[in-house]
């Protein structure tokens, strides 16, 4: 199975270009949208060829959601732990986005490899944004205490008009994700997805894994949610985490792999959905081939001088010789 990365390739490659060619008089104006409807704009003048500016679109939050003058609580602080002062946030933002970010390439590291892990770390501004009030509760759950200030239900937001909830409590942190799907295909490929997946804990090596349980029913930690939050037609997938999987380096990994889990299945299943495509596509051109084969030739007649040939005639030729 395959992992989204945390960073935007995009967006590190325009960066790396950038400080590459940090000298010459380049303009940049950038957009583009990545999964989960994110949606990010560069902007780089002629005038200051050091400064580039970054602005973010979030997912469109659902009301269950707490958003703190346009983003996730926690993630001003996130962002400034993150990238210290080459970072400057602007308010208010660019219009049409959560957060404009203006950054000065020139205070950039001189190491290469410090720098590098810089850029990577900017490019990866969708994961420290979103996953801010996620990384807070994880956090106190390492250090087994529930951050101050916290519902015992904290619906965070993963897609647009969409969110998972958590249950943070000192010894665990019970996190629910209501499956949505469109098409009626994905709605069956993610629920067989989703039984193999609860059942591929059990195998061997993936004892520490966090477990996980799925059904078609609202869990009872989702009581008191309101209807359109559990209004899910591919089941419910619930996942408890204990202080061992956020220990360390294991953080950042359960911060990125609980904030893009719906993009994770759903890539999977449309990978699954085109492979059965190209199954059904083979199968076709063989049978059709085998079909090919099945027809007779056609034998070709020899012409010899004792060859005679007839013509049919029709009801008007007949009339026709007659009359002559």
Known sequence: MILLQ?????????????VQNLEKAIELDHH???????RFHVQVSVKNQHILQLSLSLPTPPLETVFIGGLPFGAIEAIKAAYGVIVQILDPPRDGFNL??????????????HKHTLLVKIASVREVVLGAPLRVILKHLASRTVAPDINQFVALVHRPNESFFLVPQAEKVTVVFPMRFKDSIDIVLATSFLQEF??????????NAPPCLWSHSPPLELKGATDDALSANAGFV????????????????????????????????KCSEGFI??????????MIQALNCAKPDQEKTKKTPHTRSFKRLS???GRTNSSS
């Open 32 to 38: 583009w949208v990545e999964f989960d409807d994110v």
């Open 6 to 18: 945390s960073h935007s390739r995009f967006l590190l490659q325009t960066l790396l270009n950038r």
């Open 198 to 207: 609860m059942e591929s804990r059990r195998t061997t090596g993936l004892s």
């Open 277 to 286: 495509h190209s199954r059904m596509r083979r199968r076709v051109e063989s």
């Open 238 to 269: 619930t996942f408890v985490i204990f202080p061992r999987h956020v220990e360390g380096k294991k953080l950042d990994r359960t911060v990125w792999n609980l904030s893009t889990f719906h993009a994770y299945v759903n890539y999977h299943v």
């Open 315 to 317: 009801v008007k030729d």
């Open 100 to 113: 404009t970010l203006k950054l000065n390439l020139s205070k950039l590291p001189q190491n290469e490899e």
